[in-house]
């Protein structure tokens, strides 16, 4: 399958504008062939107004219709077999392994949510019916439901080329909710982009869906991300990546004339908080699951525990098993870029005082522009607040561990901790009644509290967090993953007093659908 480096916009390819970049072998270090097309400002404006016209034909499709879409976009891109996971590789220097698990990930999300759309019960319809004989003043009746907010504009993420990318979980969640969709695709995969947006655009044929309701544009300056957010047909942004990046995209989309909603993950430290008796039965057990964790995929997962927090004497035993873990050879990471940050961040710890080294590391000039080694650092907890960026995420494999003298210095980090995605304890059953003062704090700085366990691994379902407080994204409310993701891109709408023939279907009074509705304050489906 030959690729084009063109934008694929609505059911056309285009390639107007003159820059051209190529993607990188992170192994090899060397280009990889074709020139893509950066998206010109014609082109986005294109693309965007095009998702506009698509929407008002396809959020009044049945939900049946939008979930044989989002079937035949899973199966056409199981059906790019090998192809796809050659090219993956080739892009990002991640194992196949890995990059088959990635898609088997993908499309069942995509799965997922055709269920979700078949079933019906999210739209959250409820129906208060009126009393026009109530007095002093009738009731009116009213109904309401979950409407499309309109094109959504998301943003692929260099970690995961597929499942958070061009047919990840934040376009299969909008065109669940009957939002278009223009991608910007990452350009440090821009082949593996094209490949799926071409699944995708096929798809779109094959079910007779609008054209328009999927773009995707390449585009590896941040002029072409901001104009896709700028644009006035765009009503949602989701992205994942940087604090730096996904602040840009926030504060361009808050001075907008109309601002629009920012679903932006934008990275975690996650931090791993280890009890005095879990420490005593089980820390070389949690020392190597802890160097399982930070290592898993180079440590470039938004859920990599970065941060290792324990006690006096559990803190001693947890730095011995650590010292102890034989950390491995070097791993390619996902680009020369992301190398330079992670031994930048690294080299910034070592200096701080306080800090040292629990793991030998070697030469970075004896490793290849694109090679990490996993690192584990240790200071104290006097230390940590006295700097604010020993805190802050180093992407890549390195996590630190803190000191901590008392129970009472413990959950004073924990106050001291900004947002993060998840929070970790590891601890014995009985040891929780008498730190609950620590799991209450979490309970408010993350969105995800794993027990006895690593954060690292997403379980993708219906009661699944991915999000949590700032700075891990920009609105603690929403998740990135699991079918409650289809709520960041719709918006709730009251009918006061229509007539039956004038409603939605799921609002009448016949429910035809047979979902779930709250009628005069009692779930039922009759």
Known sequence: MRLRGTNLIGYDSSAEGPRVYRAHDPNQCTALEPDFHEATATEIDRAMSLAASAFETYRRLPARQRASYLRTIAANIDGLGETLIERARQETGLALARL?????RTTNQLLMFADLLEEGSWVAARI???DPGRTPAPKPDLRRILVPLGPVVVFGASNFPLAFSVPGGDTASALAAACPVVVKAHPAHPGTSELVAGAIVAAARETGMP????????????????????????????F????????????????RPEPIPVY???GSVNPIFVLPEAASRRGEEIARGLEASFTLGVGQFCTKPGLVVAEGQAAELLSGHLEGVQMGEA????????AEAFWSGVRRLREAPGVHLLTPIPDTGSLAPTQATPVVLRTSASAFFEREDIAQEIFGPVTILVDCESREQVV???????????????????ELSAHEELVRTLEMKVGRLVFNGFPTGVEVGPAVQHGGPYPATTDSRSTSVGTAAIYRFVRPVCYQDFPQSA????LKDENPLEIWRLVDGDWTKS
């Open 240 to 255: 994942t990546g940087s604090l730096r990046g996904g602040r840009a995209l926030f504060d361009a989309a808050a001075a």
């Open 503 to 506: 409603l939605p279907a799921e």
């Open 412 to 430: 004073q980090l924990a106050h001291a901790l900004e947002g993060h995605l998840t929070a970790t304890v590891h601890a014995e059953e009985d």
């Open 264 to 266: 932006a993950e934008m």
């Open 331 to 338: 791993m390619t990471m996902l680009h020369q870029g992301i």
């Open 100 to 104: 088959r698990n990635e898609r088997s």
């Open 211 to 238: 054209a328009g309701v999927f773009s995707m544009l390449h585009g590896p300056s941040h002029e072409t991300g901001l104009a896709l957010v700028r644009h006035s047909a765009a009503s949602a942004v989701a």
């Open 128 to 130: 208060d019916r009126g």
